[in-house]
């Protein structure tokens, strides 16, 4: 892609060179020639092998460079764009696709399996060692990368990417006890839908609903290894870091923001704009507001570190109840104490 | 199955229409024509769409209802012989079994792999791109989801369920340091057994013992993503839920529930019927008695909830002193101080 | 293998029966005939049916022994060598490879799918089901579990041990927000470094660099289901247990040893020779020192341990004030108060 092209495809103005030919990206302190690179702010001076690079509107120097309001984001997009030109193509003849399933996919890779009435969109890349159940619907241009498995009737929609090893729509986790104190399964047999540009990272796990369904809305993110239990409802533009773990019936709104290893109780709700600390706990049935939270149970931010100053001052208490005491009961005619301290 | 059949099935008393055609289960409030749902108590009036609900026995309304001693119990036992007349069957051609292995299974998927010596009971369903190492043993009726990996000596027993991307038998982690600081694993080469009616939640590990065994007992059920150690002894009926992890030797006696992201440390035991929180961290060697336990290091609840309460109540406490010190100081002639607060 | 053999192996001294045959390694009081146990320590009795024991040089008894200087790290050692001996060996026709590709090692197993210009080495064992990236590199002797990925552009060194499941090389967690609030993806099209006599546990994770590279230092040790964001630096011999979470860009130096369920922020920084417990928390750009740590936010473990005496002693403090203040209010005139505990 020559540097008038990615200027034009940024819809922005290119000051310098235009018939520079730039094959990939790369970061601005590592960055070689046939590499662009972005600059976040103008200032500071900028020493770059980069043969281009994405700046902001005030930015100045003899390097070729292209300007845009947000550098970051047209980097972002100007990447995008770079890659999704490597994407493979084509089915591998040792994929087993069931006679009922529907396949628009750009690619199937090896050992893929697909199942009765499975329907998959245009565009998608299927990689090698996915299993993709009966009735599943995947929408258009989709990735799911290799040896995940998608169990039965789970939609997943249009733009998605699910990385590696991940497992989508397994039994959610409910037991009724018997007679004899043995655990009986509770019906595990809900939906799961994934809306549209959901991304979830490698060996995460979302179960399907037991009666009703899980949802995760359009354009969240997750993370690694997060669990998502059954009948949890995410909203859209949530970002959920690795590890975290979200109970039975939880409902997450829109636009939150979710740190790695949290955990969450069953029939929570998180109120739309949260901001949820790494390891935080959540109880079950806590309504947690907009705002920052962290801490185990939960509480604001401010808070959370008015109290951690009191714990770490717990020291310096416990010494004044002590002259306290010395105080009052050596100098019982009441002169006044001297602070030891 | 007609609505007669059912209530022969669970052994008790129909009221209504013996000849409804009852195709699945749902739940109460979202349930359609030809859906069973159930009621858990009597003490509210019932809107649904079901065909047929499955009820206390102090119920009465004009729906066709089935009367049984505990409602939810019943439609989860009646959910399963439903769903389990949908299993897969027969034998994929892609699939490769050892010639020494000796699978009896009622459905082997596609790009499974059985390594030599295993056996594998009847009516066991193993989904595709499972792999099942040398000498394995699975007793009848097992299921194991899609891409799971069972290591070479592990023994499963009958009834068992293995969801997706679960990794049982692997090596334990344990080290010895050489001369120079590097680290030697210690032999990784003892077993894994796996009672009846266990249930594994997706992408879950379970390691073999170091030079022993680990050993899941009967009828424990294990939620996603779970770690659980070389030459740990789980008891029967224990729960386990997401994202706990188990280090190496500890025992966790019979009917325990352990919560989410709970981390135990190594040579640790739970007695039997204790029950321990979500998040709690248990202390290598500590031994848990029966009861609720909260927080790391565990505490009793009462104690937990006692102590989170008084770390809440330290701005408080903070004050009071200053205002004894103040009160000390200020009237040293021993006029009542006034309660400032 | 003969016991004078073995003590061959080991360069020590036999004392006893050079020709008994030992087929495999046995804990002391579990072992039987034909097996080798160590003792770790000479103080006390020893009751075994082990064939031959590896034991400190102070040690006599009638049994075969074997003297050596650490006995737990010879019967390590000795182990490596006869499981080594049961290796796997060929390759499956169901491997698919690509025609670039250059593949030497010992075996590939069933349904394994190796793209175009991966380079895999003499000796290594890469198991059924195993996915390997384009241009992926992995040097002599590693072995690759079931069901493990590794996406492009990734290096693996020598002699490294990946268990089943793992996903290694997959996107990192970055994303930009546009204009509009949605999350766009920033690049992550870096790469991943193992170096020599890694070792990572089952369904662990770890991720490329965004633009640089994540990188994990010669004879690091990491447990299962552990998960490593893009841009990490982990040093030589690092232990990192199960369940783990270390954030973007966080530095770990050499020898450090990092428990279960510990959570990094980004761009923390972990001196060589740190030892953090599990469950710990270290805060994004956290600089910790060589020491014990313990805790969220971590602390050195004397101030933990003292942090968590004095909120245990809460309540007693608490008793203290209320004390002091009816001393204060009840006893005026100075009269010396009574300690009322």
Not at 13 to 25: A, F, M, P, R, T
Not at 241 to 266: N, P
Not at 285 to 291: L, P
Request: with cysteine; aromatic share 4%.
């Amino acid at each position: 892609m020559k540097t008038r092209e990615i200027a034009e495809f940024l819809d922005a103005e290119l000051v310098g060179d235009g018939d520079i030919e730039i094959v990939s990206v790369g970061a601005l302190d590592s960055a070689k020639e046939g590499q662009i690179a972005f600059v976040e702010r103008s200032d500071k001076g900028v020493v770059t092998a980069a043969s281009c690079l994405i700046v902001p509107v005030d930015f100045s120097d003899t390097v070729t460079h292209i300007k845009v309001a947000d550098p970051k984001l047209a980097f972002a997009r100007l990447a995008r764009r770079l890659v999704g030109e490597q994407q493979p193509f084509g089915r591998s003849q040792t994929a087993v696709i069931h006679e009922e399933a529907h396949v628009q996919a750009d690619f199937v890779g090896d050992f893929v399996s697909v199942a009765a009435n499975a329907q998959i969109g245009e565009g998608c890349v299927i990689h090698d060692g996915v299993r993709i159940g009966r009735n599943v619907v995947i929408g258009k241009l989709s990735i799911i990368y290799p040896n995940s498995v998608v169990y039965d009737n789970v939609h997943i929609g249009e733009n998605c990417v699910i990385h590696a090893g991940c497992v989508v729509g397994a039994d959610g986790f409910g037991y009724v006890k018997d007679e004899a104190g043995n655990y009986e399964q509770f019906p595990q047999i809900g939906t799961l839908v994934i809306e549209d540009n959901v991304e979830i990272g490698a060996n995460s796990c979302i179960d399907r609903g037991s009666l009703g369904e899980t949802r995760i809305g359009e354009g969240t993110k997750i993370d690694n290894l997060v669990q998502i239990a059954h009948n949890v409802s995410i909203g859209k533009r949530v970002v959920i870091a690795a590890q975290t773990g979200i109970s039975g019936s939880t409902v997450i709104e829109d636009d939150c923001v979710i740190g790695g290893q949290v955990g969450m109780g069953d029939h929570a709700t998180v109120k739309s704009g949260a901001i949820i600390g790494s390891q935080a706990g959540v109880l079950p049935g806590k309504i947690v507001r907009a705002g920052v939270w962290w801490g185990t149970p939960v509480q604001p931010l401010d808070e959370y570190k008015r109290q951690n100053a009191m714990v770490k001052g717990l020291g310096r208490l416990r010494e004044e109840v002590r002259d306290l005491k010395a105080a009052l009961l050596d100098r019982p005619r009441g002169d006044p104490a001297e602070d030891e301290e």
